[in-house]
Structure formats: C-alpha cells, structure tokens
C-alpha cells in the first residue's frame, strides 16, 4: 500500500552538470585564466563577483577541491549570503557524504566543522544586518 510513497529516491548530484564537451571544457578553462587575471588587477570589493563566478566554473569541471577555494576566499573578501555561501554547503555536504562512505571520521569532522564556521557566519551576517 506505502509501497509507492516510501519507494527509494535515486538522487543525481546537483553540483556537477552532466558530461562537458572538450570544446565545453576549454572554454571554461580559458574563462578561468581570464579571471584569475583579472582578479589582481580589479579593486577588492568588486572581487566576490569573480570569485564566485570561478568557483561556479571550477564546480562545472568538477573541480570540486578549486572550487571550495575560491568560494572561501570570497566570503572571507565580503560576507554575505549568496552564491558561494549557497555553494559552499552543497560542497561540504558532498565531501561530507564522500567521507562518510569512505568510513574517514576525520574528514567526516573537518567538513562538519567547516559546515558549522559556515552557519556562524549566516549568524553574523543576520545580526549585522539588523
């Protein structure tokens, strides 16, 4: 009777998009060159935007260990809510997850953690904002 509404999900990854073409690939690679040198030559406040915009490139190449960089070091230019602080929970849910299949409870803790920094984060960024 439950049969239908309990049945198991399979769940796809939302981070990462479906295979790129090579042409895909190095598009998004010399966008990235492009912004990594545009980054030292534009003001520090006008940096979240680039930053966030390689971390969404680096995400759709799976680059996932690049991406989680890049999205840190723009909330740490500017906190706020958005596109890396969204990002950066899926991230460390997904490496969370991979730990946690690999039975490695010190990964497990080390994304619990940065999960946790993350949520004192959004705490701040409410109260700064009242």
């Known amino acids: ?5 309990f049945k198991k999900r ?8 479906s295979k790129l073409s090579q042409e895909e690939r190095i598009s998004l690679q010399n966008e990235n060159k492009d912004l990594l040198g545009t980054l030292k030559k ?13 971390g969404k490139n ?8 690049s991406a989680i ?9 500017k906190e706020q809510f958005g596109v890396a602080y969204n ?4 991230l460390y849910e997904i490496k969370r997850k991979k730990a946690a299949e690999q039975k ?3 990964e497990i803790q080390k994304w619990n ?11 701040r960024v409410m109260r700064s904002s009242l």
């Open 69 to 77: 960089e890049v999205f840190e070091t723009s909330l740490k230019i």
């Open 1 to 5: 009777m439950f049969e239908k509404l």
């Open 104 to 106: 490695d409870n010190q």
């Open 42 to 54: 534009i003001p520090e406040k006008e940096r979240p935007i680039k930053y966030d915009q390689l």
């Open 58 to 65: 680096y995400m759709s190449l799976n680059e996932l260990d």
């Open 10 to 17: 399979t769940k796809e990854n939302k981070t990462t998009t």
């Open 113 to 123: 953690d940065k999960t946790d920094s993350l949520l004192a984060l959004s705490k």
């Open 87 to 90: 990002n950066l929970l899926n």
